[in-house]
């Protein structure tokens, strides 16, 4: 029977810690081990964390200074003696028997370094090259929830994030965990209850170029830093590649939604949607994720795209494939 750990990272959510912890102590599944990670939270949340560790063996509390989610949850891996590592957050709640459709999983599929819940997919079995690959793609979850983990995995791949990438950090985290795993499993379990809260930081952040620029230097250096591109073949460095523009365009897409400081009758927009023109009809998307810098950042990356869907002879079919077009 395999143990589960649930690193809870904790910081100012004493209104809703009770009702987290609570549906976790009340598993179905009973071989597991609740580890709270206290992220120097100003209100009660540590006395609430405190109180259960008291009434409950199963419960163990660390109290760390603030130093934000992802250092909170890297505390929680390293004090996790689970086979397993489950991620929830201090305001959200999971059902009853999340433990217990995850332990059934593992059970007949012992190989599997990450389940990851909440997909379309009955049970379906991908590589980590694939999952990575979907990742960048934003295919399927990139949150560290909604996804259970080999602990010996997190141990040897968890990374420090820079404290000011605070949205975002997850993908960060989960390409760079992708490289480390051999077998993913997609499966349809609904187990997680996501609370929306108004001051969370998606909620609050603010989006502007120079914080995308940060996160897709960031994730390039680890996705394709020298040590990791000299192991890949050609094909596989394309299609990482080709991903990689993806990603960065939901990047830029986010920049145009969320920035005020976007302008549409610049002359240098209009200059450069006058000169693309012709390969503006061949896509179904806001030319302006494409022209959003004024100093043409994704220019290069719209030309890779047609370079590209060239080498394949066929560009309508290359545009389909990363998604820039819908299938016809």
Known sequence: MIKISIVVPVYNVEQYLDECIESILCQTYQNFELVLVDDGSTDGSLTVCKRYVSKDARVKCISIENSGANNARKVGVANANGEYIMFVDGDDTITNNA????????????????????????????????????????????????????????????????????????????VNIARYVNSVVYCNINY?????????????????????????NFLTSYLFGKSVAEKLNSEVKTDLDFAWCKCYLNGLKNVVLYSSNFNCHDFAYLQLKHNLKSHFTMLDMDERILLYSHHIVCIPLFKSYIYYCRLKKNIKKGLVRIGLIRET
């Open 99 to 174: 433990l217990e459709n995850f332990a059934g999983i593992i059970e007949h599929k012992s190989n599997v370094d990450i389940v990851i819940a909440h997909m379309q997919e009955e049970e379906k079995e991908v590589s980590g090259y694939d999952y990575l690959l979907d990742l960048l793609h934003f295919s399927c979850w990139v949150s560290m929830c909604f996804k259970l983990y080999r602990t010996s995995v997190l141990k040897d791949s968890f990374i420090n994030i820079p404290s000011e990438l605070k949205y975002g950090e997850d993908l960060l985290q989960n």
């Open 192 to 216: 997680y209850k996501y609370r929306m809260v108004e001051n969370s930081v998606s909620h609050t952040m603010k989006f502007c170029q120079e914080y995308e620029d940060k996160l897709q």
